[in-house]
């Protein structure tokens, strides 16, 4: 996105409304404008049924390229019949090509657009910044921040660690325990420690704006540790299955731990609690 944005060009990115959302806004690395992948209308670009209705198919065409990081070769004809240039691009990185992000960035060669350097932060609007000001009343300056989710059991430490280390590093005071409509069970040893405030409810946007405040924040390889990075929050990832050399969260102020043979099991509270404390 910043490359493409420090071409001179507009950008519109096709993802799903729920997380999506989080990359538009007013910075050099973020986008204009969302089309919601997950509307009836985008059916069509899956199955070979010809230009898709009205106004979903208008604003595909109002494009001049597009990258299409998908496998789905009906897609590629679909965003073809619509949009003058489509640039495949395969979503899942081999292990050799180095990190994720560069490997997208890749794509953009053959627009003639460079990628350098790392991302410029995500930037707030005064909507982020309102939908955020509640928890930071709540919480005080550097707090520390917590995620206990993922996206999949495989990837996630153990609850009763993570609460280990928040008793550690909150140093008696207010600290954010981050919930997604999917954490509960994650998060329910924690949601009892003292000095929780739990942040549930927040767009993707609020809970970054909300995030870039913290003096640490401590989580698996999932959606929320990627957008703390993001936000600038100084980031410390946890992983196991997945690599972090692909994986990782991008952000100038970032470092992982991996459990051993890519176990989570295999990493201990002490070095969370050591590597967060040198972070911070």
Same mark, same amino acid.
């Given at each position: 996105?910043?490359?493409?944005?420090?071409?001179?060009?507009?950008?519109?990115?096709?993802?799903?409304?729920s997380?999506?959302?989080?990359?538009?806004?007013p @910075?050099p690395a973020?986008?204009?404008?969302?089309? /919601?992948? =997950?509307?009836? %209308? *985008? #059916?069509?670009? +899956?199955?070979?049924? !010809?230009?898709?209705?009205?106004?979903?198919?208008?604003?595909?065409?109002a494009?001049?390229a597009?990258?299409?990081?998908?496998?789905?070769?009906?897609i590629?004809?679909?965003l073809?019949?619509?949009i003058p240039?489509?640039?495949?691009?395969?979503?899942?990185?081999?292990a050799?090509?180095?990190?994720?992000?560069?490997?997208?960035a890749?794509s953009?060669?053959?627009?003639?657009?460079?990628?350098? @350097?790392?991302?410029?932060?995500?930037?707030?609007? /005064?909507a =982020?910044?309102? %939908? *955020? #000001?509640?928890f +930071?009343?709540?919480? !005080?300056?550097?707090?520390?921040?917590?995620?206990?989710?993922?996206?999949s059991p495989?990837?996630?430490w153990?609850?009763?660690?993570?609460?280990?280390v928040?008793?550690?590093?909150?140093?008696?005071?207010?600290?954010?325990?981050?919930?997604?409509?999917?954490?509960?069970?994650?998060?329910?040893s924690?949601?009892?420690?003292?000095?929780?405030?739990r942040?549930?409810?927040?767009?993707?946007r609020?809970?970054?704006?909300?995030?870039?405040?913290?003096?640490?924040?401590?989580?698996?390889?999932?959606?929320?540790?990627?957008?703390?990075a993001a936000?600038?929050?100084?980031?410390?990832?946890?992983?196991?299955?997945t690599?972090p050399?692909v994986?990782?969260?991008?952000?100038?102020k970032v470092?992982?731990?991996?459990?051993?043979g890519?176990?989570?099991?295999?990493?201990?509270?002490?070095?969370?609690?050591?590597?967060?404390r040198?972070?911070?």
């Open positions: 996105m910043a490359a493409l944005r420090r071409a001179g060009h507009g950008v519109t990115l096709l993802a799903p409304a997380s999506g959302t989080a990359l538009v806004g @910075g973020e986008v204009d404008r969302l089309v /919601a992948w =997950d509307r009836p %209308e *985008a #059916a069509g670009l +899956l199955l070979d049924e !010809g230009p898709p209705p009205g106004g979903f198919r208008d604003a595909i065409a494009h001049d597009a990258l299409a990081f998908t496998r789905n070769t009906a590629h004809r679909a073809g019949a619509l240039r489509v640039v495949a691009g395969d979503p899942s990185p081999p050799a090509a180095g990190h994720s992000s560069w490997w997208y890749r953009l060669a053959s627009l003639g657009i460079a990628a350098r @350097g790392k991302p410029p932060l995500l930037e707030p609007t /005064a =982020d910044q309102a %939908e *955020a #000001a509640p +930071l009343d709540a919480l !005080g300056p550097g707090f520390l921040a917590v995620h206990p989710g993922s996206g495989a990837k996630s153990r609850a009763d660690r993570f609460a280990s928040a008793v550690a590093l909150h140093e008696g005071r207010q600290w954010l325990l981050v919930e997604g409509p999917a954490d509960g069970d994650a998060a329910r924690l949601a009892v420690l003292p000095g929780v405030v942040g549930r409810g927040l767009s993707p609020g809970l970054g704006a909300l995030l870039a405040r913290a003096s640490l924040y401590v989580g698996n390889d999932s959606g929320v540790s990627h957008l703390a936000w600038g929050s100084p980031t410390l990832a946890l992983f196991g299955p690599d050399a994986w990782c969260p991008v952000g100038p470092r992982w731990i991996r459990g051993a890519g176990d989570m099991d295999r990493i201990a509270v002490e070095d969370v609690v050591g590597a967060a040198r972070l911070r």
